[in-house]
């Protein structure tokens, strides 16, 4: 299987966790926050970092959990204006919760508001 954004099958492939199947759901993490990162900067878009631009569904498992924590990364760095920041944190937020970190979700909810 190789990754439907690089294209190369050397490295870890894995599934997106949306409703994308088989090869059209195969990629390697580093690429999908590259390219989160180019629609956050290049397109204003926040999407990426939580919803597959192909089905439209939510990212879930590793994939989510990396790219959360890839979306606070580049946010922390200072590219990020007030309202992505808050987005980021929210997001962050609910994968916590997936994971049952219920203090540290917490946290990051009320820095929000």
Do not use: P
Request: aromatic share 4%.
């Amino acid at each position: 299987m190789q990754c439907i954004i690089c294209l190369s099958d050397e490295g870890e492939v894995v599934q997106k966790g949306c409703c994308c199947r088989g090869d059209a759901g195969a990629v390697h993490i580093d690429c999908m926050i590259e390219v989160a990162t180019h629609e956050s900067e290049h397109r204003n878009s926040r999407s990426a970092w939580h919803q597959c631009s192909t089905c439209t569904i939510s990212f879930t498992s590793d994939v989510s959990l990396a790219l959360a924590k890839a979306w606070m990364a580049h946010v922390e760095s200072g590219r990020a204006n007030e309202r992505e920041i808050a987005s980021a944190k929210l997001n962050m937020a609910m994968e916590l919760e997936w994971l049952g970190e219920y203090v540290e979700a917490e946290a990051d909810r009320k820095s929000v508001m």
